[in-house]
């Protein structure tokens, strides 16, 4: 993988060093902001390559899923025997990995921005897939929340709603939830 305006290799980014880096397993959701705005300034396709790097990281033992939003959230649709992927994390095989960077390679911007659905489904996955494996407690969950600005319409009411949310559904999984948030371009943050 090459650093983005360099072209310089960048280790950081390869999956033996962040299985040495980072050993204990991961649950991860990446939540990807396809509202309208998105389209400006190549910002849907920073967030795809963002989202395909962070993809690319993981290794066999971390899960993963994806949920795209604007002014509703949906996951990845899943096979026609199976909910994975649109109900519960997927570990991150390169069939699962490849299929999952293929539908964020498909999404389109459109719509709003409804923080408040995609903060749901993200957490449903996590909660979903708890008790799935044997290393119950043991996994590192994060949700990698990646959009260009602040949900429409915005109010002081929705963010305090947005927080709220958040917190509810954290203490839900005992607290273990990390909310890692990334804003592409210039928007309101």
Known sequence: MCHLKSGQYDPRFRRWYVETATPMPKDLVIVLDRSGSM??????????????????????????????????????????????YRERLAFATTENTRYLADFIDGVAAHGGTNYTDALLKAFALLRNSEGLTSDRGRRRKVILFLTDGEPSPFTEQIGENILKTVWRLNRQLDNRVVLLTY?????MF
Do not use: H, Q, W
């Open 183 to 187: 804003g592409i371009g210039d928007g």
């Open 39 to 84: 389209l400006e300034d190549n910002r849907l396709m920073l967030a795809r390559e963002t989202a395909r790097t962070v993809i690319d990281s993981l290794t066999p033992n971390d899960r993963i899923g994806v949920v795209v939003f604007s002014n509703e959230a949906e996951t990845a649709p899943g096979t026609y025997k199976d909910s994975c």
